[in-house]
């Protein structure tokens, strides 16, 4: 056997937070009469450097060999004390973190109760701890490419600082074009810069980089592994462009498959056969595939290629091809897509003037900026009418649910700087033209955007404000002068009702994430209450996933293009730490077989979603060879189903045994004495 | 079988709560931070997975002296692959020793909570407070 | 001359993430900070929204991270005097100010605040508790050792008397060091925005800062709990002013500062625990609750029974009895008009100003500055830490007002774009 087992105990006031309603010095004390515990301690914070060299102290000086920390979640603290093991030349793995403040302090109501408890906590924690052993982290070569999702901003950035600090990245996007949302703005705010400008540099210096490959009209379709090594398939569809006809133009014109372009959010028609008109890459038509899932449609596209001989230029059927990459780590900048009002939500669907603001923005791209008044439609508008929060800040019982049953409960945090920055340039524009904007609050919270909402003002922009209980009500009106009267409480002239005409309205609609399910389950990632992916810890861990993925930009939730550009290189420079190392320490919290005690039954193996497990030759003594389960250190995720599958209990997760637990238990109930 | 559950003694009103150090760990720990108030009674572990459990494991800590035991797993939020199905076959064998050791079935419970399910989170510790309770009056 | 990958100015919470995110890719850095510890004010916070984490429970651990990180040096009490660039690399001078206790020798048992005799305001505090004019700064302090302020000190000896490791040096000198740097990055915080005349410019015992109610609220409160400055007693009506020191271009202060309405419905919503016969009114222009989990934070607040009232302060009053009468322009449906209302204590949720002044930053570096006074980025839409210097980066509240996590954000992006820099340069 080896050396005594000493364990050392020391139980965290955390100022007041466990203090006040755990006994800390009376826990210490019971505790030190403990069997094994050669030290127990309190402190008032445990995890300052007083605290941590106290540990550190007693460890060289005591010769403690186990470590108890009772203070808040190990969540926030295990890592920092398993440092201090570290520091003090101890194994990390001989220390045992209990829960005393949000699992006792600030569940409790009684002091006495819950010193009890935090008693028996801790005593659980020292018959674990007293079995366990010293353990090495598994080292995994890390691969070093990565692979980023998403070809907007936030994924060109991710991709571009990566490719810059030498790493290889593999950019794939869903759709036949890079670019994303921002490529389909104008101008952004608050500093004007032009959208086009922007997305068109960062996809320059993309495609120019030499370790960046980009993927386009590809998808991730599977993968496994870890964060270190994942090999993942992607399946890319082809553009469906043989050879591309002289006369594109003319011989689109004859093409009977149109739809709603989404590239203009649906304020035009286009072919199927398509290249956007703002900025992107490549630059090159493409066939639109996902609109010709119909077999009739696309029975309807192969007559027509067929009957205008464009068999030699257009691919009749898409083509598939299927590849697999490894990569060491992966980024998720998926994006969002703007919300859909249902129909009828202030006059949506209802009449063609009611619009979204991605449409407004591309109204205004479209007319003759030469034209003293805005006509859209081919009728002049002389009001317009901005409603903020559609989709976004729902409340219960005051909003209807999605399609999902779901309320967007949250801000979508671009919006109000938008509509105020567009309402700006309307003015700009034309100066004539009456605006309004019905609100909650104005969130113009960045250095220059109070600027933009004082502007507006000064531009007489009107300015009404609105109570969620009581919305605006669009009323469309028949052979009018306008084509809208807007009722509201205003809050902002004493509660009264006010109409105000309009002949467009424009809803700013908020965010909302992507339908990318199947992604999701391939690596398992987290989602929040708001659909949209979620991080580790706001502030720990902004862009990191409790499964090891990074988050990019709005894919993380709802964030304006310079918001999306800091998230998007975040997330580069923690990639970048991980694949500078050559290898990566995994938890050593894996299942282990007892060979004196398997009878190779296969049931783990059967078990086993991770195929980590088989049934080997195994020499278990000189030169006799029998059949045993073996794992598979870098595939088992140490989730322990084939623990219980095991009928000869031969299979443990290391760290984790089923006896340890159980000693924990008999030390759990133990009646605690004065 | 009913009658004999009913006539067992229950030491203890402890409740064992078995969490997954991923996901259900966190559910307890979101309790924690709202400072939602719950029994003193009730004692949480981790591990890596319930699924690491025999049906037998069960019956013994109840035989030890706790009234109950909750197994929160981590439902479809899982990060292993398939393990809810397989835990909750193992439960299903754990009642079936019960009901033969004459053990009411009421004093195991699975669950699914979140990383954030505070709320579900809450309302199993008290459902099997509750009910512990009101088998202790009937002693 | 020591050299150094990257210099970061200031250990807040942006500064020691673009420390630890260099760090972690082999970089070497030196971050250096003028206060006596790290933590920036984070380090001085109660509890931080949306999550209610204890803000030391978030910041110790990274606080803690890079002073055992072996590729970061920390300098606290240290302040640059001049930057030069020299041949692709910036060779500064760093003014070391004595702490007068050897930083080895001190092991922060703390019997030298002990023994001294001399009691003076605590900063940390916000100048609401005590201290001695030795000792260590604050419970969660880093270095944990013992500063000694000769502005206090009386030089009785004391304390060198009974240090157990005589680590007591008041013969300590400023010290000049000059290092070579390939990158640097401005970190350099806020501050907040002084109280306006018409809310009693700082003579109003029972007008306080928000930082103030966060020492108030935090567990080490200087108090022991949130009692009124001017006479120790418990408030039963707190009012919160927005937009104290913001929105208002009458103190040049025309831009919104981002966190107050964050911070004033966290501490509202502490106060129902802290303080939970207390009223609690907040009078606001817009609540912009727009970041992640924020809005929803907001709503919770409402629920428990925060009163929001829309609502401008014109001026604050104060009363014999201690009370500040309010003059208020309400906007509410019920309540419609110019009021006068009485509140026994007032929180002012004050703006953000950047800490290092624009003149100063001028006298070290020509960096462009923004209007506003903050260190201009010169391309907010893709490159966010970028100033108009090469290898000169900018992070956190130096840029623009924002928030933890912002600045967190921030503070990645700038060690992203510093790690290609020094790379470039190596190459």
Same mark, same amino acid.
């Given at each position: 056997?080896?050396?005594?087992?000493?364990?050392?105990?020391?139980?965290?006031?955390?100022?007041?937070?466990?203090?006040?309603?755990?006994?800390?010095?009376?826990?210490?004390?019971?505790?030190?009469?403990?069997?094994?515990?050669?030290?127990?301690?309190?402190?008032?914070?445990?995890?300052?450097?007083?605290?941590?060299?106290?540990?550190?102290?007693?460890?060289?000086?005591?010769?403690?060999?186990?470590?108890?920390?009772?203070?808040?979640?190990?969540?926030?603290?295990?890592?920092?004390?398993?440092?201090?093991?570290?520091?003090?030349?101890?194994?990390?793995?001989?220390?045992?973190?209990?829960?005393?403040?949000?699992?006792?302090?600030?569940?409790?109501?009684?002091?006495?109760?819950?010193?009890?408890?935090?008693?028996?906590?801790?005593?659980?924690?020292?018959?674990?701890?007293?079995?366990?052993?010293?353990?090495?982290?598994?080292?995994?070569?890390? #691969?070093? @490419?990565?692979? =980023?999702? /998403?070809? +907007?901003?936030? $994924?060109?950035? %991710?991709?571009?600082?990566?490719?810059?600090?030498?790493?290889?990245?593999?950019?794939?996007?869903?759709?036949?074009?890079?670019?994303?949302?921002?490529?389909?703005?104008?101008?952004?705010?608050?500093?004007?810069?032009?959208?086009?400008?922007?997305?068109?540099?960062?996809?320059?210096?993309?495609?120019?980089?030499?370790?960046?490959?980009?993927? #386009?009209? @590809?998808?991730? =379709?599977? /993968?496994? +592994?870890?964060? $270190?090594?994942? %090999?993942?398939?992607?399946?890319?569809?082809?553009?469906?462009?043989?050879?591309?006809?002289?006369?594109?133009?003319?011989?689109?014109?004859?093409?009977?498959?149109?739809?709603?372009?989404?590239?203009?959010?649906?304020?035009?028609?286009?072919?199927?056969?398509?290249?956007?008109?703002?900025?992107?890459?490549?630059?090159?038509?493409?066939?639109?595939?996902?609109?010709?899932?119909?077999?009739?449609?696309?029975?309807?596209?192969?007559?027509?290629?067929?009957?205008?001989?464009?068999?030699?230029?257009?691919?009749?059927?898409?083509?598939?091809?299927?590849?697999?990459?490894?990569?060491?780590?992966?980024?998720?900048?998926?994006?969002?897509?703007?919300?859909?009002?249902?129909?009828?939500?202030?006059?949506?669907?209802?009449?063609?003037?009611?619009?979204?603001?991605?449409?407004?923005?591309?109204?205004?791209?479209?007319?003759?900026?030469?034209?003293?008044?805005?006509?859209?439609?081919?009728?002049?508008?002389?009001?317009?009418?901005?409603?903020?929060?559609?989709?976004?800040?729902?409340?219960?019982?005051?909003?209807?649910?999605?399609?999902?049953?779901?309320?967007?409960?949250?801000?979508?945090?671009?919006?109000?700087?938008?509509?105020?920055?567009?309402?700006?340039?309307?003015?700009?524009?034309?100066?004539?033209?009456?605006?309004?904007?019905?609100?909650?609050?104005?969130?113009?919270?960045?250095?220059?955007?109070?600027?933009?909402?004082?502007?507006?003002?000064?531009?007489?922009?009107?300015?009404?404000?609105?109570?969620?209980?009581?919305?605006?009500?669009?009323?469309?009106?028949?052979?009018?002068?306008?084509?809208?009267?807007?009722?509201?409480?205003?809050?902002?002239?004493?509660?009264?009702?006010?109409?105000?005409?309009?002949?467009?309205?424009?809803?700013?609609?908020?965010?909302?994430?992507?339908?990318?399910?199947?992604?999701?389950?391939?690596?398992?990632?987290?989602?929040?209450?708001?659909?949209?992916?979620?991080?580790?810890?706001?502030?720990?861990?902004?862009?990191?996933?409790?499964?090891?993925?990074?988050?990019?930009?709005?894919?993380?939730?709802?964030?304006?293009?310079?918001?999306?550009?800091?998230?998007?290189?975040?997330?580069?420079?923690?990639?970048?730490?991980?694949?500078?190392?050559?290898?990566?320490?995994?938890?050593?919290?894996?299942?282990?077989?007892?060979?004196?005690?398997?009878?190779?039954?296969?049931?783990?193996?059967?078990?086993?979603?991770?195929?980590?497990?088989?049934?080997?030759?195994?020499?278990?003594?000189?030169?006799?060879?029998?059949?045993?389960?073996?794992?598979?250190?870098?595939?088992?995720?140490?989730?322990?189903?084939?623990?219980?599958?095991?009928?000869?209990?031969?299979?443990?997760?290391?760290?984790?045994?089923?006896?340890?637990?159980?000693?924990?238990?008999?030390?759990?109930?133990?009646?605690?004495?004065? | 079988?009913?009658?004999?559950?009913?006539?067992?003694?229950?030491?203890?009103?402890?409740?064992?709560?078995?969490?997954?150090?991923?996901?259900?760990?966190?559910?307890?720990?979101?309790?924690?931070?709202?400072?939602?108030?719950?029994?003193?009674?009730?004692?949480?572990?981790?591990?890596?997975?319930?699924?690491?459990?025999?049906?037998?494991?069960?019956?013994?800590?109840?035989?030890?002296?706790?009234?109950?035991?909750?197994?929160?797993?981590?439902?479809?939020?899982?990060?292993?692959?398939?393990?809810?199905?397989?835990?909750?076959?193992?439960?299903?064998?754990?009642?079936?020793?019960?009901?033969?050791?004459?053990?009411?079935?009421?004093?195991?419970?699975?669950?699914?909570?979140?990383?954030?399910?505070?709320?579900?989170?809450?309302?199993?510790?008290?459902?099997?407070?509750?009910?512990?309770?009101?088998?202790?009056?009937?002693? | 001359?020591?050299?150094?990958?990257?210099?970061?100015?200031?250990?807040?919470?942006?500064?020691?993430?673009?420390?630890?995110?260099?760090?972690?890719?082999?970089?070497?850095?030196?971050?250096?900070?003028?206060?006596?510890?790290?933590?920036?004010?984070?380090?001085?916070?109660?509890?931080?929204?949306?999550?209610?984490?204890?803000?030391?429970?978030?910041?110790?651990?990274?606080?803690?991270?890079?002073?055992?990180?072996?590729?970061?040096?920390?300098?606290?009490?240290?302040?640059?005097?001049?930057?030069?660039?020299?041949?692709?690399?910036?060779?500064?001078?760093?003014?070391?100010?004595?702490?007068?206790?050897?930083?080895?020798?001190?092991?922060?048992?703390?019997?030298?605040?002990?023994?001294?005799?001399?009691?003076?305001?605590?900063?940390?505090?916000?100048?609401?508790?005590?201290?001695?004019?030795?000792?260590?700064?604050?419970?969660?302090?880093?270095?944990?050792?013992?500063?000694?302020?000769?502005?206090?000190?009386?030089?009785?000896?004391?304390?060198?008397?009974?240090?157990?490791?005589?680590?007591?040096?008041?013969?300590?000198?400023?010290?000049?060091?000059?290092?070579?740097?390939?990158?640097?990055?401005?970190?350099?915080?806020?501050?907040?925005?002084?109280?306006?005349?018409?809310?009693?410019?700082?003579?109003?015992?029972?007008?306080?800062?928000?930082?103030?109610?966060?020492?108030?609220?935090?567990?080490?409160?200087?108090?022991?709990?949130?009692?009124?400055?001017?006479?120790?007693?418990?408030?039963?009506?707190?009012?919160?002013?927005?937009?104290?020191?913001?929105?208002?271009?009458?103190?040049?202060?025309?831009?919104?500062?981002?966190?107050?309405?964050?911070?004033?419905?966290?501490?509202?919503?502490?106060?129902?625990?802290?303080?939970?016969?207390?009223?609690?009114?907040?009078?606001?222009?817009?609540?912009?609750?727009?970041?992640?989990?924020?809005?929803?934070?907001?709503?919770?607040?409402?629920?428990?029974?925060?009163?929001?009232?829309?609502?401008?302060?014109?001026?604050?009053?104060?009363?014999?009895?201690?009370?500040?009468?309010?003059?208020?322009?309400?906007?509410?449906?019920?309540?419609?008009?110019?009021?006068?209302?009485?509140?026994?204590?007032?929180?002012?949720?004050?703006?953000?100003?950047?800490?290092?002044?624009?003149?100063?930053?001028?006298?070290?570096?020509?960096?462009?500055?923004?209007?506003?006074?903050?260190?201009?980025?010169?391309?907010?839409?893709?490159?966010?830490?970028?100033?108009?210097?090469?290898?000169?980066?900018?992070?956190?509240?130096?840029?623009?007002?924002?928030?933890?996590?912002?600045?967190?954000?921030?503070?990645?992006?700038?060690?992203?774009?510093?790690?290609?820099?020094?790379?470039?340069?190596?190459?």
């Amino acid at each position: 056997m080896s050396e005594k087992v000493k364990i050392g105990v020391y139980v965290c006031h955390c100022g007041f937070n466990i203090a006040e309603m755990v006994d800390v010095k009376k826990v210490a004390e019971v505790l030190g009469k403990e069997e094994d515990v050669e030290v127990a301690k309190d402190f008032i914070f445990m995890c300052s450097d007083a605290g941590q060299k106290m540990i550190e102290n007693d460890i060289k000086e005591k010769g403690i060999n186990r470590v108890i920390v009772a203070s808040c979640s190990p969540l926030l603290h295990e890592k920092t004390f398993q440092g201090v093991l570290e520091r003090a030349g101890l194994n990390k793995f001989l220390f045992e973190h209990i829960n005393i403040r949000e699992q006792v302090s600030w569940v409790s109501k009684n002091k006495e109760s819950a010193t009890e408890k935090a008693i028996r906590l801790i005593r659980g924690g020292i018959a674990k701890i007293r079995k366990q052993q010293a353990l090495e982290p598994i080292l995994k070569k890390v #691969t070093k @490419s990565v692979a =980023v999702i /998403g070809g +907007g901003v936030a $994924g060109l950035i %991710s991709a571009k600082n990566l490719g810059e600090m030498g790493v290889d990245v593999t950019l794939i996007e869903k759709s036949p074009f890079i670019g994303g949302m921002v490529a389909r703005w104008d101008k952004l705010f608050p500093n004007d810069e032009n959208a086009q400008d922007i997305v068109r540099k960062l996809i320059e210096e993309v495609k120019d980089n030499k370790h960046i490959r980009i993927l #386009t009209n @590809s998808q991730i =379709v599977g /993968g496994k +592994g870890s964060l $270190g090594g994942y %090999s993942v398939t992607i399946e890319t569809i082809s553009r469906g462009i043989k050879r591309l006809p002289e006369n594109i133009e003319n011989i689109l014109s004859s093409c009977p498959i149109e739809i709603d372009s989404p590239e203009s959010f649906g304020l035009e028609k286009r072919k199927i056969v398509y290249k956007p008109e703002y900025i992107c890459y490549p630059e090159e038509y493409a066939i639109d595939w996902d609109n010709l899932s119909d077999a009739k449609e696309l029975e309807k596209y192969k007559k027509w290629v067929k009957e205008s001989n464009l068999e030699e230029k257009f691919e009749l059927e898409k083509t598939v091809t299927k590849e697999e990459i490894n990569v060491g780590a992966i980024i998720f900048a998926t994006g969002f897509e703007p919300y859909e009002p249902y129909e009828g939500e202030y006059g949506w669907k209802k009449h063609p003037n009611v619009v979204t603001l991605p449409q407004l923005i591309e109204i205004l791209k479209r007319v003759d900026k030469n034209q003293t008044h805005f006509v859209y439609n081919g009728k002049e508008i002389k009001s317009v009418a901005f409603i903020h929060c559609v989709g976004s800040r729902q409340i219960e019982g005051e909003d209807i649910p999605g399609p999902d049953g779901k309320l967007n409960t949250y801000c979508s945090r671009y919006c109000c700087n938008a509509t105020i920055h567009t309402a700006n340039e309307l003015k700009k524009l034309y100066p004539n033209l009456h605006v309004y904007e019905f609100y909650r609050d104005i969130r113009t919270y960045g250095l220059d955007d109070e600027d933009m909402y004082t502007k507006a003002s000064k531009n007489d922009v009107i300015f009404l404000r609105f109570n969620n209980e009581y919305k605006p009500e669009v009323q469309i009106l028949e052979n009018e002068k306008y084509n809208f009267v807007i009722s509201v409480k205003d809050q902002l002239s004493y509660y009264e009702e006010v109409d105000i005409p309009a002949d467009m309205v424009v809803l700013s609609v908020g965010m909302v994430p992507p339908q990318i399910d199947d992604l999701v389950s391939i690596f398992t990632v987290s989602r929040g209450n708001d659909g949209f992916l979620l991080e580790a810890h706001p502030k720990l861990k902004p862009v990191e996933t409790s499964s090891g993925i990074f988050l990019a930009g709005t894919a993380q939730g709802p964030m304006n293009a310079s918001e999306a550009a800091a998230g998007a290189t975040a997330a580069a420079v923690k990639v970048a730490a991980v694949v500078s190392k050559d290898e990566l320490a995994l938890s050593p919290f894996i299942a282990r077989v007892d060979i004196t005690k398997c009878d190779a039954t296969g049931k783990c193996v059967e078990v086993c979603e991770y195929n980590a497990i088989e049934v080997t030759e195994v020499e278990v003594e000189k030169g006799k060879v029998e059949r045993k389960a073996q794992v598979n250190p870098t595939l088992c995720v140490g989730g322990g189903t084939c623990v219980s599958a095991c009928p000869n209990q031969a299979i443990r997760i290391v760290g984790w045994t089923n006896e340890q637990i159980e000693d924990m238990i008999t030390a759990m109930i133990k009646e605690v004495k004065e | 079988m009913q009658q004999n559950a009913k006539r067992q003694k229950i030491k203890t009103k402890k409740i064992l709560i078995i969490t997954t150090n991923d996901i259900s760990y966190l559910g307890a720990d979101t309790a924690g931070q709202q400072h939602l108030k719950y029994s003193e009674d009730a004692l949480i572990i981790r591990v890596p997975d319930p699924v690491i459990f025999p049906p037998d494991f069960y019956v013994r800590t109840l035989e030890k002296g706790f009234g109950g035991i909750i197994v929160a797993s981590a439902g479809d939020e899982s990060p292993f692959l398939n393990s809810h199905a397989r835990l909750a076959k193992n439960i299903d064998a754990a009642y079936k020793i019960m009901n033969e050791k004459g053990i009411d079935t009421k004093r195991l419970v699975l669950t699914a909570i979140c990383s954030i399910c505070a709320g579900s989170f809450i309302k199993a510790v008290n459902n099997m407070t509750k009910y512990l309770d009101s088998v202790h009056e009937q002693e | 001359m020591k050299n150094y990958d990257a210099l970061v100015i200031g250990a807040g919470i942006s500064g020691i993430q673009t420390a630890l995110d260099l760090a972690e890719q082999g970089f070497k850095v030196l971050m250096i900070d003028k206060k006596k510890s790290t933590g920036g004010v984070m380090i001085q916070l109660s509890k931080v929204f949306p999550t209610l984490d204890c803000a030391s429970c978030i910041t110790t651990p990274k606080m803690s991270e890079a002073s055992n990180h072996p590729n970061i040096e920390t300098w606290t009490l240290s302040e640059v005097t001049s930057i030069s660039e020299n041949n692709g690399s910036y060779v500064v001078n760093i003014l070391k100010h004595p702490r007068y206790v050897d930083l080895v020798k001190c092991t922060g048992c703390g019997i030298c605040e002990e023994v001294c005799p001399v009691i003076v305001e605590d900063e940390y505090n916000e100048y609401y508790g005590i201290r001695k004019a030795v000792g260590v700064p604050f419970g969660t302090a880093i270095p944990q050792k013992a500063v000694l302020e000769p502005e206090y000190c009386i030089f009785c000896g004391a304390c060198a008397k009974k240090c157990p490791t005589q680590a007591i040096e008041y013969d300590q000198e400023p010290e000049n060091i000059e290092v070579k740097v390939k990158a640097v990055i401005v970190a350099t915080g806020f501050e907040q925005t002084p109280i306006k005349e018409e809310y009693g410019g700082g003579r109003y015992k029972n007008v306080i800062n928000a930082l103030t109610m966060e020492r108030l609220l935090a567990p080490t409160s200087p108090f022991g709990g949130v009692f009124r400055p001017g006479d120790g007693k418990n408030p039963y009506s707190i009012a919160y002013i927005q937009c104290a020191g913001s929105r208002d271009a009458s103190i040049g202060v025309p831009y919104c500062s981002r966190v107050c309405c964050m911070f004033a419905v966290k501490q509202a919503m502490l106060l129902c625990g802290a303080a939970p016969l207390a009223d609690i009114t907040i009078y606001y222009m817009d609540i912009r609750a727009f970041g992640k989990r924020y809005e929803e934070f907001f709503q919770e607040a409402r629920e428990m029974g925060i009163n929001f009232v829309k609502g401008k302060v014109a001026k604050i009053e104060e009363l014999e009895n201690g009370n500040l009468k309010l003059r208020v322009e309400v906007q509410e449906e019920e309540d419609y008009g110019v009021k006068e209302i009485e509140h026994e204590l007032v929180v002012l949720s004050s703006g953000m100003l950047p800490a290092w002044k624009p003149e100063k930053v001028r006298e070290i570096l020509p960096l462009e500055i923004h209007k506003y006074g903050f260190i201009k980025s010169l391309q907010p839409h893709v490159n966010p830490s970028q100033t108009n210097l090469d290898g000169i980066f900018v992070s956190g509240t130096a840029m623009a007002p924002m928030d933890i996590v912002d600045s967190i954000y921030s503070g990645s992006t700038a060690a992203m774009k510093a790690a290609l820099y020094i790379k470039k340069i190596k190459e």
